[in-house]
Structure formats: structure tokens, C-alpha cells
């Protein structure tokens, strides 16, 4: 694996029967950064964290996770990996303190972190409580406490803010930055897109079990020459003044390449004195539309 990656995919490939979950699917992924994985249900999400955790193990191509070239479970025995599934599931006749506690001796982590945690994650008033008590954001607190434990270098999380208020949303992200720049490197698989887009620096984007795009979000905006939005309430005095204009006005908004942003922008401001302007990128959820359109188009 190349020096800076905690997980390098290439050509990874599985097949469950006759149905392909995984076609060709290739990423990578820095330390210390963050991946959304995207996609609808069955579009390979779920086995591609299974292929990580080392649940399955893929009939085709190579993973490295952590510098380490791995095929099976017993490969990744001794690495560093949280995981924090979409629905938690503990004993719930155990309290949050006793489901920690089994957790951290499980990883070998002291009962100090336990308690640190506990404190952290807001969950001290209920720590003596039973888990079947607790609210679907408590245990959603509960189970990224249980994924972070061995402050690993590899962290999975499959809708982590779920059942979550946005307070608490905000929190976990928080929580996911200091990981970050702390080496951590963590995939998120989420619906929730405006939520985690100023949250990540990658994105990977499945469909039918294949990849259709990956990168960042500049990358995305280039690979789908989506347009650029301009908006300004002197706007529209300008466009009936501009045939050129009126070529790229919709809705009272002028849509625009990439590559002929600068000028656009130039000729408004020397051309027809707009300078009070509203510029407007591709955001991730419109990126994520556009690439799943062209998918079922094919």
C-alpha cells in the first residue's frame, strides 16, 4: 500500500449467487480523511463494509487496510477497526456502563476510557440503566462510544446519525473531525446527504454494485460538468439587455460551465455593473442525482 493510505481497494469483485454486488470497484482512501459511501439499497454499500470488517471475503481483486494486504477475518485480527452498524443491537437487559465495560476488556481498553467516554458521549445520567430504557439517539450515542473505544485508525459507520437531533449530529461530526486529526481514517455510509457534505473529503458513489464516481468534491463537480448557478436581484435587467445572457438564464438564474465562470462573471460586472452576485457550486446531493441518472439511464 502506497505510504499515507489506510485503505487501498482495486478491481474488488463479489457475487452473492448470480446476483454482482461488487463489479470493479476501486478507491482509496488517506489517513485521516473521510469517505462518504453512496448509494440506493443494493447498490454494494453493505458488502463493501463487510468486505472491510473481513465478514466476507471478496471473489475478486485486493484490499489493503492499515498497510496490510488482507483476504480474511484472521488478517485483521490485531488491526485497529471500529464499527458502529446502522441498527445497533446490544443485550439490552445490560446498562449502557456494563455494555461498555464488556466492550472495552473484549479490546483490551481500561475502565478509565469507559468512563471518559460515558462522560463525554452525555450518557452519565443513564449509564446504570438497562439498555431496553434507552431512546433510539441514546443508543445510537452508546454504539459510536463502543466504535471508538480503541481509538482505531480505521472507523466504519453506517448512518451514524440516525435517530440523532441535529445537536447531536453536530456533535458526532465534531467528534469525527478530532478523529481525523488524530490519523483516524473513517468511511460513512449515509442517505443523508446536505448533512455530511461539508464533512468529508472523499465520496465514493455506488450503483448496481458498480463505482460510478470518487473523489472529492471538486473532483465531482469537474468529472459531471454540472453547472454553476448565478443568481442577483439586478439580474434580470441585465439578461433583457443580453441575448447572451438570455441564452443561459433559467428561472431568473443564469446556469454556467466550469470553465467559463471567470468570464461570465467579468463580463456582468464590467458589462452590466451586476456586482451584488450569489454564486451557487453543485452541491453533493445534486452531484449524487446526476450520477444515479445516468446509471438508470444506461
Do not use: W
Not at 221 to 248: D, F, N, Y
Request: aromatic share 8%; proline share 3%; with cysteine.
Amino acid at each position: 500500500m502506497n505510504k499515507g493510505l489506510a485503505v487501498t481497494g482495486r478491481n474488488i469483485r463479489h457475487e452473492f449467487g448470480h446476483f454482482l454486488a461488487l463489479d470493479d470497484v476501486s478507491f482509496d482512501l488517506p489517513q485521516g480523511q473521510t469517505m462518504a459511501l453512496l448509494g440506493h439499497n443494493g447498490a454494494g454499500k453493505s458488502t463493501l463494509i463487510k468486505i472491510l470488517l473481513g465478514l466476507i471475503t471478496p471473489m475478486g481483486g485486493e484490499i489493503d487496510i492499515l498497510g496490510r494486504k488482507v483476504t480474511q477475518q484472521s488478517a485483521r485480527a490485531d488491526l485497529r477497526i471500529g464499527y458502529l452498524p446502522e441498527n445497533v443491537s446490544f443485550y439490552d437487559k445490560l446498562t449502557g456502563e456494563e455494555i461498555l465495560t464488556y466492550f472495552a476488556e473484549l479490546k483490551g481498553v481500561s475502565a478509565s476510557k469507559v468512563s471518559e467516554l460515558i462522560e463525554e458521549f452525555g450518557l452519565e445520567y443513564a449509564k446504570g440503566r438497562q439498555l431496553k430504557t434507552y431512546s433510539k439517539g441514546m443508543a445510537q450515542r452508546l454504539g459510536f462510544a463502543q466504535a471508538i473505544l480503541s481509538e482505531p485508525e480505521l472507523l466504519l459507520l453506517d448512518e451514524p446519525t440516525v435517530g440523532l437531533d441535529p445537536a447531536a449530529s453536530q456533535f458526532l461530526y465534531a467528534k469525527i473531525d478530532e478523529l481525523k486529526q488524530q490519523g483516524t481514517a473513517v468511511i460513512v455510509c449515509t442517505h443523508e446527504l446536505s448533512l455530511i457534505e461539508n464533512n468529508i473529503d472523499h465520496a465514493l458513489i455506488l450503483a448496481r454494485g458498480k463505482s460510478l464516481a470518487s473523489g472529492g468534491m471538486d473532483s465531482l463537480r469537474q468529472q459531471s460538468q454540472l453547472k454553476i448557478k448565478i443568481t442577483s436581484p439586478a439580474l434580470k435587467q441585465a439578461v433583457s439587455q443580453s441575448a447572451r445572457l438570455q441564452s443561459l438564464c433559467i428561472d431568473e438564474a443564469l446556469y454556467i460551465d466550469r470553465e467559463h465562470k471567470a468570464e461570465i462573471l467579468q463580463y456582468l460586472t464590467s458589462q452590466h455593473s451586476v456586482f451584488d452576485l450569489s454564486i451557487f457550486e453543485p452541491g453533493l446531493a445534486e452531484i449524487y442525482r446526476y450520477y444515479n441518472d445516468q446509471a438508470c439511464d444506461r
